[in-house]
C-alpha cells in the first residue's frame, strides 16, 4: 500500500526553481510534524526541511533563504519550494509524515527518521 507520492523532480540549470508535492493517504502529522528529505549518490539521507502542527519550520543551513516547506491542507499536498538551485542540492528527494516519537518534531536533528509513512521519491538533478 503506497501511504505517499512525491512529484515535481526534475532537471534544472543552476539558479532555477522547482516544487516538489507529496500526497497521500499517510500525508498526516502524527505526534506533531512532517518534513522532507534528501539522499545523494553515496551520501547519507539527510534532513532538509520539517513543518509542524503550529506551521513552526525548520530548515537545514544550507537550503535556509532558498527552499520553503508549507502545507496546503485543502488539497492536502505537503510543499517544497526551491529556488536559486545549485549542483549540491541534486539528489533524490523524500517526503515523510505521521511522526513516530514526541520529540523528534522539537529536535534540532532534521535528520532523525522518527516518521511512520515515507514517499519514493523524486529526482532533483542541477546541472552548472
Known amino acids: 500500500q503506497v501511504h505517499l507520492v512525491e512529484s515535481g523532480g526534475g532537471s534544472v540549470q543552476a539558479g532555477g526553481s522547482l516544487r516538489l508535492s507529496c500526497t497521500g493517504s499517510g500525508l498526516t502529522y502524527g505526534r506533531g510534524c512532517m518534513g522532507w528529505f534528501r539522499q545523494a549518490p553515496g551520501k547519507a539521507r539527510e534532513g532538509v526541511a520539517r513543518?509542524?502542527?503550529?506551521?513552526?519550520?525548520t530548515y537545514v543551513e544550507s537550503v535556509k533563504g532558498r527552499f520553503t516547506i508549507s502545507k496546503d491542507d485543502a488539497k492536502n499536498t505537503l510543499l517544497l519550494q526551491m529556488n536559486s538551485l545549485k549542483p549540491e542540492d541534486t539528489a533524490m528527494y523524500y517526503c515523510?509524515?505521521?511522526?513516530?516519537?514526541?520529540?523528534?518534531?522539537?529536535?534540532?536533528?532534521?535528520?532523525?527518521?522518527?516518521?511512520?509513512?515515507w514517499g519514493q521519491g523524486t529526482q532533483v538533478t542541477v546541472s552548472s
Open positions: 515523510a509524515a505521521d511522526a513516530s516519537s514526541w520529540d523528534v518534531c522539537d529536535s534540532p536533528i532534521l535528520g532523525r527518521r522518527d516518521y511512520n509513512f
Open positions: 513543518i509542524d502542527i503550529n506551521d513552526r519550520t
